[in-house]
């Protein structure tokens, strides 16, 4: 069964940065692509930043310009870059594949606040 452990999250003022890491269980960021979520409170998951296996990256409107995806070059480690924080980027930051799994790693939690 794979398993995602996500870390990096924090406590940052307005405007700041973030960088999170992901690492998973055996290949499947290399064979089905990597994707990161966030949930943020009283909201449901969604999907904010997408990474192929040929490295093509997508982004919703809300993060696009501000965070970058990437990923080691073993493809065994995701990253996601947030620059610009503002708070309603506050959220609890998960990984998975675009297509995600049932199985989801503990999440990092992002807050965004002065």
């Known amino acids: 069964q794979v398993q995602f452990v996500e870390s990096g999250g924090g406590l940052v003022q307005p405007g700041g940065s973030l960088r999170l890491s992901c690492t998973a269980s055996?290949?499947?960021?290399?064979?089905?692509?990597t994707a990161w979520y966030r949930q943020a409170p009283g909201k449901q998951r969604v999907r904010i930043a997408t990474?192929?296996?040929?490295?093509?990256?997508e982004y919703t409107a809300s993060v696009k310009g501000r965070f970058i995806i990437s990923t080691d070059t073993a493809d065994t480690t995701a990253f996601l870059q947030m620059n610009g924080l503002r708070p309603n980027d506050t959220a609890v930051y998960y990984c998975?594949?675009?297509?995600?799994?049932?199985?989801w790693g503990p999440g990092t939690q992002g807050t965004v606040s002065s």
């Open positions: 998975n594949i675009p297509t995600p799994l049932a199985t």
């Open positions: 055996g290949s499947i960021f290399r064979l089905l692509g």
């Open positions: 990474i192929t296996r040929d490295g093509t990256t």
